[in-house]
C-alpha cells in the first residue's frame, strides 16, 4: 500500500530528498532513521508493505524527517521507471538514491539450484541496474547528485558457498564504478558501500558469524561515506585491511577455506 499524501516541504525550508529501495528491514530501515534523523524527506520502497508502513509510522511521528512508502518488488524491474517518475513527483526532487535490495539463500558448497541463483542475480544485481540506469540518466541531465549502492565484502571474491550472491555483489561493484567513471565529469557521486557481517535476517545463511555489526553502527558508517563523498567504503573500515588479505589468497588454497 502506498503512502497517503503528506505536507510536502516549502520553498522556502527546502529539505534534502532520497529514495531507498529495499528499506523495509535491515541496513534500508536503519539508514531510512539514520537519514530521516537529518530532516529528510523520503521515498521508501520494499517488497514488504506491512515493515514498511510501520517505518513510515515511526518515522513520520518523530518529526524530523518526513517519509513516503511504496510497495515494490524490484524483480519486477519494468515497474522502476515509472515508479521513479512518481516519486520524484512526490518528492519535489532528488538528491540522494540508495539501492539495498538484496537477498542471499544459506551456503551450502554442495547445492546447485539454478532458480535461486537466478534469483539472487535478479534482485541484487539487475534489480539494481533498472533503477541506477534512469536515476543516473537524470543526475547527469541535472548536473549533481548522489548515488550509493549497498554491495558487499562478498563481491571481492568468489565464494565457493554462495557464488551467485558473491558474483552479484561483484557486477554490482564493478556497474557502479562503471557509473562513477560516466558521471564524474557532471558532478555526480558513486559511493559503493561494502558491508562485512552485520546483524540482519540475512546473517543466518552466513556460512560462519564473525564479530558482526548492528545495523544501527552500519547505517551510521554509511551515513558518513555519503557525508565524505567516498567513492568506496567498507563498513566497517577493518575490512578493507581483512579485504586486502583475502583478496591475495592464491586461487589453490583460498577454494579450499570455508568462506
Excluded at 537466478?118 to 547527469?140: C, K, S, T
Excluded at 555483489?169 to 557509473?179: F, P, Q, R, V, W
Aim: glycine letters at 10%; hydrophobic letters at 40%.
Amino acid at each position: 500500500m502506498d503512502d497517503s499524501p503528506i505536507e510536502a516541504p516549502r520553498p522556502l525550508e527546502p529539505r534534502p530528498k532520497a529514495i531507498i529501495i529495499g528499506a523495509s528491514s535491515g541496513i534500508g530501515a536503519a539508514l531510512a532513521r539514520r537519514l530521516a534523523s537529518e530532516g529528510y524527506f523520503l521515498a521508501l520502497a520494499a517488497r514488504r508493505g506491512d515493515l514498511l508502513q510501520d517505518l513510515r509510522d515511526e518515522i513520520n511521528a518523530q518529526g524530523k524527517g518526513q517519509c513516503l512508502t511504496y510497495s515494490h518488488d524490484v524483480r519486477q524491474a519494468e515497474q522502476a521507471p515509472e515508479l521513479l517518475q512518481r516519486m520524484l513527483r512526490d518528492l519535489g526532487g532528488l538528491d540522494l538514491f540508495v539501492y539495498c535490495a538484496g537477498i542471499m539463500y544459506p551456503s551450502d558448497p554442495e547445492r546447485f539450484d539454478a532458480e535461486q541463483d537466478l534469483e539472487i542475480l535478479q534482485v541484487n544485481l539487475l534489480g539494481a541496474v533498472a533503477w541506477l540506469d534512469p536515476v543516473a540518466l537524470r543526475f547527469r541531465r541535472e548536473g549533481g547528485g548522489h548515488i550509493v549502492g549497498i554491495g558487499s565484502v562478498a563481491g571481492d571474491r568468489g565464494r565457493r558457498g554462495t557464488p551467485a550472491y558473491a558474483a552479484s555483489k561483484a557486477g554490482l561493484h564493478t556497474y557502479l564504478e562503471g557509473l562513477r567513471n560516466r558521471l564524474a565529469r557532471h558532478g555526480v557521486t558513486v559511493t559503493t558501500i561494502k558491508p562485512g557481517q552485520v546483524q540482519t535476517d540475512m546473517l543466518k545463511n552466513a556460512p560462519q558469524v564473525r564479530g558482526p555489526i548492528t545495523a544501527e553502527r552500519a547505517a551510521e558508517l554509511i551515513w558518513r561515506a555519503i557525508r565524505a563523498r567516498k567513492s568506496t567504503a567498507y563498513v566497517p573500515a577493518r575490512w578493507r585491511w581483512v579485504m586486502l588479505v583475502i583478496r591475495h589468497i592464491p586461487s589453490f588454497i583460498f577454494r579450499r577455506m570455508n568462506l
